[in-house]
């Protein structure tokens, strides 16, 4: 199969070749693997490839299934597989062996899924942009020198160039949707609990870090995520099961729905492209029956922002912690950035983060009341075009200095100082709209409806209300009825 073919079908498509017979899965698995060889010099999407496991995994191959026999790449964060490494981005984890599967990689294995490599992603998934000292920068496939995003920026990458057809995914602060709409691929963020974090932890950061996967179409990311929905007996809780699979809602028209859209930041004015994204998704959803008006955001953005990046910063404490405990490996293997935030994250107070988690709860509440009046809120994807690869690379002063305060072990004194707290902002002024989804643990969605007049894609977000993914499936099914984006391809 050349790869003119290969890119032709979405991976359901590839699948009823499987299935059919008229081309055998390992045929499917050259011609990912072909294309990988082909351009991930350039865009560096792939970070470790396995070409003989992904062939033993095709020997046991179940009979049928929607994605069966179709090729896969794993994040390479959490979605471990036994025996081989998931370095969540760092050196210090680059040879570790997994001991377990995660509960979502088995299941994506039982509905006959390919893993044949692990994708790009920075250290421990703790930036917007994927560009790990480890592995060097993932690069977008619509223009090298700009970002693919991040956290599964390697993912999105690898989606866009036709490596694959849909890849693994997560998302704890936009990891899924902001690379979705960077890279113009659809993914779609589930709700908290729908989807097993297990075995490794029976949640990810509270339940706002849910895994999923990137796409070219809509109906790839609802077999994908049907593959893997479903109370895991280890969780700590059962979630209510959709009423419907995901495939079988798409088949189906949304109602007219009240949808609420704003473009406001606590971080900065969006980018004029990104206001356009917007207004142009706004017109599209109008012209479609939806009811859609102007409102302003349910909750206190910069509280919000605040309150996210110190648990943020927490998490990655603990993550540093947990590898240098599995490894043995000192403090300053892991990247200088890392370690600031980290800093900052050992000097919140166990009191202090009680009540950070308690607002959160409440950000809730607010975004439960807006939905009782709209359906859906919808946002930018992005503040404005993808940004350049260094683009937010810390400087060399402020490295500097934060080694002298790592030096001295003066962590509270750097988080008094705010210095980390800046450079942070400074990274979500270009991502300040996908947070609020993961501290309310609520679904959302982003869209390839856009590309600015330099033909960089900006795609735009929509947030359901809670146990909202059937119907955020339906509503992207007619968006893509109505403006399709799956042919479109990136010129590499």
């Avoid at 979502?104 to 509905?111: D, F, G, K, S």
């Avoid at 800093?343 to 975004?367: M, Q």
Wanted: negative net charge; aromatic residues 6%.
């Amino acid at each position: 199969m050349d790869y003119s073919e290969y890119r032709e079908h979405d991976g359901v498509g590839l699948a009823e070749l499987v299935s059919s017979g008229e081309v055998p899965a390992t045929e499917l698995l050259d011609a990912a693997f072909d294309r990988y060889e082909k351009v991930n010099d350039r865009i560096n999407a792939v970070v470790r490839a396995d070409r003989e496991t992904a062939a033993e995994f095709a020997g046991g191959l179940p009979a049928g299934g929607p994605l069966a026999g179709v090729p896969f790449l794993l994040k390479d964060l959490n979605q471990e597989v036994a025996g081989h490494p998931s370095s969540a981005g760092t050196a210090a984890l680059a040879r570790v062996a997994a001991p377990e599967t995660a509960e979502v990689v088995r299941r994506w294995l039982n509905a006959g899924l390919l893993p044949f490599g692990r994708t790009n992603t920075p250290e421990f998934g703790a930036k917007p942009v994927t560009e790990p000292e480890a592995f060097g920068p993932a690069r977008n496939p619509w223009s090298p020198d700009r970002t693919p995003g991040g956290s599964s920026g390697g993912s999105a990458a690898a989606v866009a160039a036709g490596i694959v057809p849909v890849a693994g995914a997560s998302d704890g602060g936009g990891s899924i949707r902001i690379p979705a709409a960077c890279c113009g691929v659809f993914g779609l963020k589930p709700g908290r609990g729908l989807v097993p974090a297990g075995p490794a932890r029976a949640e990810n950061f509270h339940g706002a870090a849910s895994d999923g996967v990137l796409s070219r179409t809509v109906r790839d990311s609802a077999a994908a995520l049907d593959a893997i929905v479903g109370t895991d007996p280890a969780g700590p809780y059962s979630p209510a099961a959709p009423p419907r699979d995901f495939t079988t809602e798409i088949a189906s028209e949304p109602p007219r729905l009240r949808v609420g859209f704003t473009s406001q930041s606590a971080l900065g004015r969006p980018h004029p492209h990104a206001i356009e994204a917007l207004s142009d998704a706004a017109r599209l959803l109008e012209s479609l029956g939806h009811h859609v008006e102007p409102v302003s955001s349910p909750v206190d953005l910069d509280s919000l922002a605040v309150d996210f990046l110190r648990a943020w910063s927490v998490k990655l404490a603990a993550s540093i912690d947990d590898a240098v405990a599995a490894t043995g490996a000192s403090e300053t293997s892991f990247e200088l950035d890392s370690r600031l935030l980290a800093a900052v994250g050992r000097a919140i107070s166990g009191p202090e983060y009680s009540a950070l988690l308690d607002r959160w709860h409440d950000y809730t509440r607010r975004l439960a009341e807006f939905h009782r009046d709209y359906d859906l809120l919808l946002t930018p994807g992005l503040a404005g075009p993808p940004v350049r690869v260094g683009e937010l690379a810390t400087g060399e002063p402020l490295r500097a200095a934060g080694r002298a305060v790592l030096g001295l072990g003066l962590g509270r004194m750097l988080r008094a100082s705010g210095m980390v707290d800046r450079v942070a902002r400074e990274n979500l002024r270009h991502v300040p709209y996908t947070q609020l989804a993961n501290i309310t643990g609520r679904p959302a969605m982003s869209v390839p409806l856009y590309w600015d007049p330099e033909g960089l894609p900006l795609g735009v977000q929509f947030v359901g209300p809670l146990a909202g993914e059937g119907m955020l499936f339906r509503l992207a099914a007619q968006l893509e009825r109505a403006r399709p984006w799956a042919r479109r391809e990136p010129p590499l």
